[in-house]
């Protein structure tokens, strides 16, 4: 939010730095008619000021797109730190997804695989998934069910399944 408010700042300051440059080179540009700029001391430092602004308006329009820049586009620190934690959660629980598969046999994984793709999965669905018997599919799920790994929920004549919420 602070970027905002500096953004809003510097887009302020910027657009009344404009107003005083033009109205500067507004000046400039009647004083040169006035004197109808032949080479003389006079004309040459109204031209060097006339080139002074247009550096002027440059760095003006610089600090003007700061500004806008960090009103509308820039990310804060929070949303920043936000996303990393974010994404090293995603990484942490993948992670003990990955050890929790290395202790079990190659039925289990697959189980245990489906489930995660398809939260909620019901087990008539896991056993066409898996490819596995009814009973065999029943036979994992209640090992991990008594290991805390799953959670099953009656879903009609059959049951949803869902990783445990500490899972």
Known sequence: MENKKLGFVILSFSVLAS???FGFMGILGKQTAALQCYPT???????????????????????????VYL???STSEEAIMKRLEEE????????????VLKALDDNEKKVLKAIREQDGITQSTLKYRTDLSKAKVSQILTGFERKNLVKREAK???YAVYLAENF
């Open 19 to 21: 107003i005083l440059a």
């Open 41 to 67: 001391n006079e004309c040459q430092r109204v031209e060097s000021l006339v080139g002074l602004s247009h550096v002027a308006v440059g760095l003006i329009s610089f600090i003007g797109a700061l500004g």
């Open 71 to 73: 009103l509308f586009f």
């Open 88 to 99: 090293k959660n995603m990484k942490l629980e993948g992670d003990k997804f990955d050890l």
């Open 156 to 158: 009609g004549k059959t």
